[in-house]
């Protein structure tokens, strides 16, 4: 069964520095997302990916953040400078253009100290 | 604005018990409706979705959910719990349009005892 898959599993890094989260998404998809969690809260929406540009992004989705598609397979995700605030799963999701459920990465535990 | 809420923090229930997890979402039209379930440490697996038709929903693992318009709820239950569903549950819903971006509730988290 096709699946979305992310890498690092967990990544620690200092702050400031910056981090690339990696998905793969399921290969005949067209809509890539990324979502947060931070512990103990609930999941929130990040940014929305379709045709080679953002089509939607929240408010947490400042500057720092930015999101490529740069081989047509892999979905990145980056923060060009972590703050604590950061800590959190993040989590990749994709979609198919007449599928209406998205499917997600196991996710990634960011640790920023 | 789109929100879902899920009134039930904790839920402890007995294996071979029934459950049921509440789920109300306040929206501007019927949106699609989506329970997720997460085990420690894995991802967001979808247990079910609703779109449209019949409103009583079947899903993975037994597990079914009622769609009720009249309350704008979309409560999962399940007959008889195994111990292996303890777990977190989310629901969600997506606008019925292109992208739809998925809206979160805060989470029910269930423990299941011997």
């Known amino acids: 069964e096709p699946e979305v898959t992310q890498t690092p599993s967990h990544q620690v890094t200092q702050m400031g520095q910056e981090v690339i989260l990696r998905c793969v998404p399921i290969?005949?998809?067209?809509?890539f997302y990324w979502y947060r969690q931070i512990l103990g809260q609930k999941v929130e929406f990040l940014v929305s990916?379709?045709?080679?540009?953002?089509?939607?992004k929240s408010e947490i989705f400042d500057d720092q953040f930015s999101v490529e598609r740069p081989d047509g397979s892999n979905f990145t995700l980056k923060i060009r400078s972590t703050k604590l605030e950061d800590s959190a799963m993040y989590f990749c999701?994709?979609?198919?253009?007449?599928?209406?459920?998205?499917?997600f990465g196991q996710g990634t535990r960011l640790t920023v100290v | 604005a789109q929100s879902v809420t899920q009134p039930d923090i904790h839920i402890t229930v007995s294996e071979g018990a029934s459950l049921e997890l509440r789920c109300n979402y306040s929206?501007?039209?019927?949106?699609?409706l989506f329970w997720y379930v997460q085990s420690p440490g894995q991802g967001l697996q979808l247990l079910l979705k609703?779109?449209?038709?019949?409103?009583l929903v079947q899903g993975i693992k037994g597990f079914e959910a009622e769609f009720k318009r009249s309350q704008s709820s979309f409560n999962l239950r399940k007959p008889s719990v195994h111990w292996s569903d303890a777990a977190e549950y989310f629901c969600?819903?997506?606008?019925?349009?292109?992208?739809?971006?998925?809206?979160f509730g805060g989470g029910t988290r269930v423990l299941v005892k011997p």
């Open positions: 999701a994709s979609r198919g253009y007449m599928n209406t459920e998205a499917f």
């Open positions: 290969s005949n998809h067209l809509y």
């Open positions: 990916f379709y045709n080679n540009e953002i089509s939607e």
């Open positions: 929206y501007g039209a019927t949106p699609y």
């Open positions: 609703y779109f449209s038709g019949d409103t």
């Open positions: 969600a819903v997506a606008p019925k349009a292109a992208g739809n971006k998925l809206t």
